[in-house]
Every structure is written in structure tokens, then in C-alpha cells.
């Protein structure tokens, strides 16, 4: 297992008991914090690129939301609910299969996102940690 992994479980674990949950639960939570971030931030058109955001553990979820169909905007909470950790250190990938997306997350979207959605959710979510570690 690579350093930062390793480093990684064991920071999860730290925070785990720091707000008394188990591992599991608290990956889980910190994975859709994350994909609230993300998707919260991501410029709406037409909803496409906002409702193409999947959360999944284990393996990656290659689907993106038709073309020409009005977006749900329940789509999100939906694969918020949905979303299981089949064990406490599951690989989570939060994905966007658009070919634009990565457009966005560069700032193409001066106005809605001139940041992106990830790296910016990202720095965000770290420095929350990072508190949450340090008290």
C-alpha cells in the first residue's frame, strides 16, 4: 500500500474516533460532503453537467445524463441516498464521463465557476479535516 494511503487510513481513523463513528460511516459521510461540494458548485445550463456527477464505491460509474432531457433536479439526492460502502476502506470515485466537464472545472464558466468544482471542494474539504484533526 502506497504512503499516502496508508497516512490517509489512518488520518480517517483519527477523525473517526475524534467524532466517535466508525471508519465506514465516517468515509461515507466525508464522500457525500465531497459530492455535495462538487456538484453544488458545478455551473447549470442546462443541468446536464450537474445531474452527470455520479458517487460510487468500489468501481467507477461511467454514466452521464441524456443529452436533450430536462435535468432532475432530484438526480443528486437520489445518488446521495443510493449511494453503500461495501467496507470501511472501499475505494469511493466521484466522476463526470461529460467531455466538457473538465472545460469546467478549468474556469470555463467564468461566472458560475471561475474556480472548478473539485479542486476548489477539494481545498475545502482538506482544510475542514485538517481543523477537525488539529482539535
Given at each position: 500500500m502506497a504512503k499516502g494511503v496508508v497516512r490517509f487510513?489512518?488520518?480517517?481513523?483519527?477523525?473517526a474516533k475524534k467524532i466517535d463513528v466508525e471508519v465506514g460511516i465516517a468515509v461515507r459521510k466525508i464522500a457525500l460532503d465531497l459530492y455535495?461540494?462538487?456538484t453544488r458548485k458545478t455551473p447549470v445550463k442546462t443541468g446536464?453537467?450537474?445531474a452527470s456527477w455520479n458517487i460510487n464505491a468500489g468501481k467507477v460509474d461511467p454514466s452521464v445524463f441524456p443529452e436533450g432531457q430536462a435535468a432532475d433536479k432530484a438526480a443528486g439526492a437520489r445518488k446521495h441516498r443510493q449511494f453503500k460502502m461495501p467496507h470501511p476502506f472501499a475505494k469511493v470515485f466521484i466522476t463526470n464521463n461529460l467531455p466538457y466537464i473538465k472545460a469546467l472545472e478549468k474556469g470555463h464558466s467564468k461566472k458560475q465557476a471561475p474556480l472548478g468544482m473539485v479542486?476548489?471542494?477539494l481545498i475545502?474539504?482538506?482544510t475542514f479535516l485538517d481543523g477537525v484533526l488539529k482539535k
Open positions: 487510513n489512518r488520518d480517517l481513523e483519527k477523525f455535495s461540494r462538487i446536464r453537467a450537474r479542486k476548489l471542494s475545502e474539504l482538506k
